[in-house]
């Protein structure tokens, strides 16, 4: 069974850093590209960054880009979302999703729980 | 920025059909998926490549797309049914995936 679950939210300071994880399992990690979503209280979904399986590829949205990183760790199987810079437009909801290539177009077969991220002083 | 827009709300009656919109400039050159999400719950892919089910996902759910549209229509919408939606596509422009505005469905 495909399982993602995501960790290390919280309440951090505005201005402040935070790295969320995401621990995957029941399937081969290093064989597919990952994502994270998020979505801020009573707000939609926005994507805000993905990973190509052996990492070396990455996008970013533009609402996050020179703030945040995306890295993973296959012998892990694990994700990580790096955020600095935090603001309070940055609460939300914490996504992982795993990304599934078929033919020319990608969408997320799995999703985490999420984690909560509370930028607040 | 590439932008989807979905109508924020659709109210359908029990065993009626609910239709649900997802526009975006040249979306017809793109593949559109979309995901139910409950309250309180992750999202879940209930189409994809436009018109294509996933494994598990009810025969009453559907997709079309015409030009820029693409819609999600689900067919005999039952109260299990009521949950936000979105559509979602990749922008190879800009290298990002967009999600749609999101659209409401209740079940009244």
């Known amino acids: 069974e495909v399982q993602l679950v995501e960790s290390g939210g919280g309440l951090v300071q505005p201005g402040g850093s935070l790295r969320l994880s995401c621990a995957a399992s029941g399937f081969t990690f290093s064989a597919y590209s990952m994502n994270w979503v998020r979505q801020a209280p009573g707000k939609g979904l926005e994507w805000i960054s993905y990973?190509?399986?052996?990492?070396?590829?990455?996008y970013y949205a533009d609402s996050v880009k020179g703030r945040f990183t995306i890295s993973r760790d296959n012998a892990k199987n694990s994700l990580y979302l790096e955020m600095n810079g935090l603001r309070a437009e940055d609460t939300a909801v914490y996504y992982c999703a795993r990304d599934l290539m078929v033919g020319p177009t990608d969408y997320f077969d799995y999703w985490g729980q999420g984690t909560l991220v509370t930028v607040s002083s | 920025s590439y932008e989807l827009t979905q109508p924020p709300s659709v109210s359908v009656s029990p065993g009626q059909s609910a239709s649900i919109t997802c526009s975006g400039d040249?979306?017809?050159?793109?593949?559109a998926c979309w995901y139910q999400q409950k309250p309180g719950q992750s999202p879940v892919l209930v189409m994809y490549?436009?018109?294509k089910r996933p494994s598990g996902i009810p025969e009453r759910f559907s997709g079309s797309k015409s030009g820029n549209t693409a819609t999600l229509t689900i067919s005999g919408t039952q109260a299990m049914d009521e949950a936000d939606y979105y559509c979602q596509a990749w922008d190879s422009s800009t290298a990002s995936f967009v999600f749609g505005t999101g659209t409401r469905v209740s079940v009244l």
């Open positions: 490549l436009d018109t």
């Open positions: 040249k979306l017809g050159d793109k593949y």
């Open positions: 990973i190509s399986s052996g990492g070396s590829v990455m």
